[in-house]
């Protein structure tokens, strides 16, 4: 199938061979030809990179941004302690993170698909980084402004990171070839849940060696390092899509195009898809319904249930999360098997992965709606882990699925659509808040999970059609 690429003429799979001359310059020849010629591009524009180096790099920099995002949750206690900030001021601090987030997540995505989810990241994560490495400079404030100091550094740490999940749909779209974009996806977001597990476990251990404020700068560090080689090692290449393009323009200019005739891809001229946005929107606010509630409340519930060492909770929090990352390897490698091994269309692979992330968690959950006062901790513990392990699953079927359909769009949807679903975790905070301190109320609920995932299923099933989709905001003419 031709690769699309916005405004330009569909180029083959294959179509161009390519050779580096002596002068620094990129030779091709045509597929079905030997006729060489010299059309003079600069190969260090064009030569690409392997696109496994590029997903590393997005894997760590989502790695390094649930790391920072969730040393807060550990950090809580201490802050609350040495500040005397009381827990609706914590509850401040854990939202300005979020609002943040939200309001840059479509200019990231605008952003990401003018210039490259690489570079947006690389900036995202050297932003991010210094506000964690700074944090800690709200000692010398006045202790009336301390709180107010640590507000502005969590909403600047969530308007920082808020360029990564629109980057990295960016960067897959741009980057990853169309049969292995599944297990991409996998491995980056396999990366993110990661990131929780050594965050819970990790910071508890560092605060009680170095306390909070070194352990802010270590994880600083870590990612300015990470950025460091970036710079290096990712930044400063072109996609192979783009290379290929590049080649094909300076060819076409002295007009030795081997696709005469060739009419313009069909996103050319295209308005907004505002069905399908708001349908991939509605898609992702249940998404992130669920996941804030887990990575919220999951210890909460459990000290409902009886539990008190910080340490047990603390590890059994963490199996949801250690589940999620192990499903989503697998999930990427299988939805990429039945792809290109078993012939399947990628319309048929996005449906079956997106119904098990939005059918299964709702079965897994189904014990603690109709059995909460009697349910055990082993039990709940299973249930949580085996609903967030196979909510997972959408990293192959919804978030490739924007991939498939916006493939020039891919970040600003992923921006619009995260904007909805974190409005939605917002949401689904205070109505959990409310909702735990009322008898019976976790089993409320997990049955408001079960009944938004089950009508997210049925969704699927009505609207996931393949159709393009079109947002072409802040594109160039």
């Known amino acids: 199938m031709p690769r699309r690429i916005l405004g330009q003429p ?15 310059t ?11 010629t010299d059309v003079g591009v600069p190969a260090s524009e064009l030569t690409p990179i392997p696109w496994q180096r590029v997903v590393t790099f997005t894997a760590g920099a989502m790695a390094l941004a649930s790391i920072h ?26 939202s300005a993170v979020l609002c943040g987030y939200m309001f840059g997540q479509v200019p990231a995505g605008i952003i990401a698909d003018q210039l490259g989810g690489i570079k947006v990241m690389t900036v995202g994560l050297v932003l991010w980084c210094l506000t964690t490495g700074v944090t800690p400079f709200v000692c010398i404030l006045q202790p009336g402004a301390i709180f107010a100091g640590i507000l502005v550094a969590r909403a600047s740490l969530g308007f920082a990171q808020s360029c990564v999940l629109p980057a ?10 169309e049969e292995n974009r599944s297990r991409a996806l996998a491995k980056i977001h396999c990366a993110y849940n990661i990131g929780n597990i050594i965050a ?50 300076s060819a076409a200019s002295t007009g030795q195009s081997s696709d005469k005739g060739q009419g ?8 907004t898809s505002w069905g399908p946005l708001m349908f991939l929107c509605w898609s992702h606010i249940v998404i992130s319904y669920g996941f804030f509630v887990f990575q919220s409340f999951i210890p ?45 269309k990628l319309v048929r692979v996005r449906l ?39 909510q997972a699953f959408c990293y192959a079927g919804f978030h490739a699925y924007i991939q498939d359909v916006a493939p020039a769009d891919a970040g600003k949807v992923l921006g619009l659509t995260n904007s909805c679903g974190t409005v939605a975790g917002v949401l689904a905070n205070v109505v959990a808040g409310r909702l735990a301190a009322v008898h019976n109320g976790y089993a409320l609920l997990f049955a408001s999970i079960v009944g938004l995932y089950l009508i997210s299923a049925v969704t699927w099933g009505i609207f996931a059609n393949g159709e393009d989709v079109y947002f072409p905001v802040g594109r160039s003419a």
Not at 27 to 36: H, I, K, L, M
Not at 221 to 243: E, F, K, M
């Open 26 to 36: 990129l030779t091709f020849a045509a597929a079905r030809g030997d006729t060489v």
């Open 264 to 271: 313009q891809s069909s996103n050319k001229g295209q308005g």
């Open 10 to 24: 569909e180029i083959e799979p294959h179509a161009w061979r390519f050779t580096c001359g002596l002068k620094g």
């Open 69 to 94: 995002r969730v040393t807060f949750s550990v950090l809580a206690v201490p802050f609350a302690e040495e500040f005397s900030l009381s827990m609706p001021q914590v509850g401040l601090l854990q």
């Open 300 to 344: 909460s519930y459990l000290h409902h249930k009886g539990l008190t060492d910080l340490r047990v909770m603390g590890a059994l929090s963490a199996l949801p999360w250690g589940a999620a990352a192990l499903v989503a390897l697998m999930v990427g490698n299988l939805a990429d098997w039945l792809h290109s091994a078993k012939g399947w």
């Open 168 to 177: 990295a749909s960016a960067t897959v779209a741009m980057w990853v070839p």
């Open 200 to 249: 819970l476990c990790v910071t508890p251990l560092l605060i009680k060696q170095v306390g909070w404020p070194w352990t802010l700068r270590f994880f600083s560090a870590a990612g300015l390092a990470w950025a460091a080689w970036a710079i290096v090692a990712v930044n400063g290449r072109s996609p192979p899509s783009q290379s290929a393009q590049a080649l094909h323009n």
């Open 352 to 390: 079956v992965m997106q119904a098990v992330a939005s059918i299964g968690p709702a079965l897994a959950l189904m014990p603690l709606v109709v059995a909460q006062q009697h349910i055990q901790v082993p039990a709940a513990v299973t249930c949580l882990t085996a609903a967030v392990g196979l």
